[in-house]
């Protein structure tokens, strides 16, 4: 809720970053609870190891709310404390992308030389904030539950992660009930 009207926030992402000894999922360190799953990577590194954060992380946030593209700017920049809430840290080899858009105002193109927009006052826009980054820290984690173990660039194999070991790191750390 926003300036007290309900809105939608989501994301869609394209998780291929990170180290798994930093994954987090609701605080716990779920990454190094299963170290024999770890990446394993096809060609020799640069430094013996060296394990540097790599890949790739676009996300796309989208709303209903009537934001401007200055508040969408801004939407978009709090993916990156999502992808924080996971492990994630944006090293100097990961690339990452945020965009946002919004589905309001769709008649703005429609009209003639000028038209009427409706915006939320940014004093109203902090709940949109809060749900990116939930929105976001949600979708990678669903990315990572759903992947499966695959084979990638220069012999790289990324292991799936394991459902119930999954759920024994969680009640180990209290995340889970019993």
Known sequence: TAGGVDYTVGALVQANFGRRPQFLVAGAPVGREIPDLMPETGRP???QGEDPES????????????LLPH???????RAGLGVARVGG????????IFVA???????T????????????????????F????QATEEAIINAV????????RDGNRVHALPHDRLRSALRKYNRLAP
């Open 101 to 107: 858009f919004s589905t309001a105002n769709p008649d």
């Open 45 to 47: 590194r640069a430094v």
């Open 130 to 133: 809060q749900g990116a980054i």
């Open 55 to 66: 890949g790739s992380i676009i996300v796309v946030i989208a709303t209903n709310a009537p």
């Open 89 to 96: 840290s944006g090293g100097n080899g990961s690339g990452d």
């Open 145 to 152: 539950v759903a992947a499966e173990t695959m084979v990638g």
């Open 109 to 128: 193109y429609e009209k003639p030389a000028t038209a009427a927009v409706t915006m939320l006052s940014n004093d109203a826009i902090d709940p949109l």
């Open 71 to 77: 508040q969408l700017r801004r939407l978009a920049q």
